[in-house]
């Protein structure tokens, strides 16, 4: 019932997002959008090394992606690149292949899983995990020690 999924917590999540905004410098910045419902979240994240120092968002989404939004600015901070590129995949099994949902720091997650009933809702569920993704694989691709630049320079000897 769709009720379920609106539920309390997700409205509470939802009303009160943390790091609303924009960084002033960020080291990237990305967007995902959901053509099914016109929600949209920009991230912009600053990195040292593959642990997340700083974060802001510009949330335009429905009560789904403000929560996700919500639990993702209160958690993302000393995140670490492989940590949310495997929260991305957990959520994402959460919701399509009815996976458990995760736990540690981000167990509130579980929140959004009366939400894979309702396929329309998974898109804009993900946005936040999406964007975050997209900026980490940018910033990781402008890093000038990335492993795989490293290899392609020659051994001295």
């Known amino acids: 019932m769709l009720n379920d999924v609106y539920n309390k917590r997700i409205i509470e999540l939802a009303g009160n997002i943390p790091r609303l905004g924009r960084l002033p410098q960020p080291d990237a910045s990305a967007t995902a959008h959901s053509k099914l419902?016109?929600?949209?979240?920009?991230?912009?994240?600053?990195?040292?090394?593959?642990?997340?120092?700083?974060f802001a968002h510009d949330v335009k989404a429905c009560a789904l992606g403000q929560a996700s939004s919500s639990i993702m600015a209160a958690n993302v901070v000393g995140?670490?690149?492989?940590?949310?590129?495997?929260?991305?995949?957990?959520?994402?099994?959460?919701?399509?292949?009815?996976?458990?949902?995760?736990?540690?720091?981000?167990a509130e997650i579980a929140v959004l899983e009366p939400v894979r009933d309702?396929?329309?809702?998974?898109?804009?569920?993900?946005?936040?995990?999406?964007?975050?993704?997209?900026?980490?694989?940018?910033?990781?691709?402008?890093?000038?020690?990335?492993?795989?630049?490293?290899?392609?320079?020659p051994a001295s000897a």
């Not at 419902?37 to 700083?54: E, N, Q, R, W």
């Not at 569920?125 to 890093?143: H, N, R, S, W, Y």
Request: include cysteine; proline fraction near 5%; charged fraction near 30%.
């Open 37 to 54: 419902c016109g929600s949209t979240v920009k991230v912009d994240l600053k990195m040292d090394g593959p642990v997340v120092t700083d």
């Open 79 to 106: 995140s670490t690149a492989s940590e949310l590129r495997e929260l991305r995949e957990v959520v994402r099994k959460m919701l399509k292949e009815n996976g458990k949902p995760p736990e540690g720091k981000w």
């Open 118 to 153: 309702y396929k329309a809702r998974h898109a804009s569920t993900m946005l936040t995990f999406d964007a975050v993704v997209d900026a980490i694989g940018q910033i990781e691709a402008k890093a000038p020690d990335k492993a795989n630049g490293a290899a392609a320079q």
